[in-house]
């Protein structure tokens, strides 16, 4: 068994793809693939003076993809800035991972939202429904196989497979990926970024997939290279230096079973 099998496609030819397709962004695509991109804090000052700053977007907050740090960045902004964002009526997440609901009324005279930080579905005609109407998509997405890793110990399911199985802490891996179907579910899908973008086996394809998310969002972050993301999203958004400054959130120091390289 293989990670690459259980993401159902070929790491090595498609993470690539995957990346430039959802970078949207020449920037972006530049920094993946390791080519020199010059641009000095006087030139993004400029830039970002020059424009008016957007609060109005729509996190899409993927799973294990250093989605905590940026949520509790922009929940901040939203506080400073007296923005509306959709908030939980009693869960930790908005219906995630079923359509979204669950949340507060805006308090806003339109009843619509400015942005949106916490786990919640994609589903484009609410989003729509709920969202100012010049609203921008971002999102992020990680290596697949650090995501796994970061599933497999965050949900514990090493633990879970020891204790029910009898199985070595240092085969839980192999006999997860031996027996994946007896564990694929809403909390561990089989491709989890892309099920938080509202992707179904059974409905979509996985390029027309992707190349729709292409014409849909403003920025894709990828969370193995978050400096650069950051001052992306920053000259996306158009925002001051204070609030792109960010506190790492949630982040496991040490995992205890997993994947290695």
Request: with cysteine; hydrophobic share 40%; charged share 25%.
């Amino acid at each position: 068994p293989n990670l690459s099998e259980f993401y159902d496609f070929n790491l090595k030819t498609e993470l690539p793809n995957f990346v430039s397709v959802l970078g949207l962004n020449l920037d972006f695509v530049n920094i993946i693939t390791e080519e020199k991109v010059a641009i000095t804090s006087q030139d993004l000052q400029s830039y970002v003076s020059r424009k008016p700053q957007n609060y109005r977007f729509a996190f899409v907050k993927t799973h294990k993809c250093a989605s905590d740090t940026l949520a509790a960045n922009f929940m901040r902004l939203a506080e400073e800035k007296n923005l509306e964002m959709p908030l939980p009526v009693g869960e930790w997440n908005l219906n995630w991972p079923k359509a979204p609901g669950g949340f507060f009324n805006s308090r806003k005279k339109s009843g619509r939202f400015d942005m949106t930080a916490l786990h919640m579905m994609y589903y484009p005609d609410i989003w729509n429904r709920i969202m100012e109407d010049d609203y921008k998509l971002i999102s992020i997405v990680r290596q697949p196989y650090k995501q796994f890793k970061s599933y497999f110990n965050y949900f514990g399911l090493y633990k879970k497979i020891n204790q029910k199985f009898k199985i070595p802490y240092n085969e839980t891996v192999e006999y997860f990926l031996d027996n994946r179907d007896a564990f694929l579910s809403n909390v561990l899908p089989a491709n989890p970024m892309l099920f938080d973008f509202g992707f179904q086996p059974k409905k979509h394809n996985v390029s027309c997939f992707i190349n729709y998310l292409q014409q849909k969002f403003s920025l894709i972050m990828i969370t193995d290279y978050f400096e650069e993301s950051v001052v992306l999203l920053r000259r996306e958004l158009c925002l001051p230096m204070k609030d792109a400054l960010m506190r790492n959130a949630n982040v496991a120091r040490n995992y205890g079973w997993g994947p290695k390289k």
